[in-house]
């Protein structure tokens, strides 16, 4: 069974950074596509960022690019997610999880993904 644990969440001024960190066992890390994913409260669960097998194909949601970045490292079996720029709109429970269609499978639809993480916190505030 593949089990996803989320980290690096946490209370940030506007402006500010955090670096998520999603950490996968139980399964074959490199086999997955992986995604990061938000929810707030009241709204939708929402595509984030997306990371195929080995990196070399990403995919964001246009409220984020140019200041997220989605990272992989196989070797430590885990998933990243760079935020820069972060905005009060942001905040929102942060979820990671991992695709079994593809290992080049990028979507970002939630219903794809097979396995969750319980998510991390995220607040920016103003």
């Known amino acids: 069974q593949v089990q996803l644990v989320e980290s690096g969440g946490g209370l940030v001024q506007a402006g500010g950074s955090l670096r998520l960190s999603c950490a996968t066992s139980?399964?074959?890390?490199?086999?997955?596509?992986m995604g990061w994913f938000r929810q707030a409260p009241g709204k939708e669960r929402e595509f984030v960022a997306a990371?195929?097998?080995?990196?070399?194909?990403?995919n964001y949601a246009d409220s984020v690019k140019g200041r997220f970045t989605i990272s992989r490292d196989n070797a430590k079996n885990t998933v990243y997610l760079q935020m820069n720029s972060l905005k009060p709109e942001d905040t929102a429970l942060y979820y990671c999880?991992?695709?079994?269609?593809?290992?080049?499978?990028?979507?970002?639809?939630?219903?794809?993904?097979?396995?969750w993480g319980q998510g991390t916190q995220v607040t920016v505030s103003s």
């Open positions: 139980g399964g074959a890390f490199s086999s997955y596509a």
């Open positions: 999880a991992a695709t079994r269609r593809s290992r080049w499978y990028i979507s970002g639809i939630p219903n794809e993904y097979d396995y």
């Open positions: 990371i195929s097998w080995n990196g070399g194909i990403t």
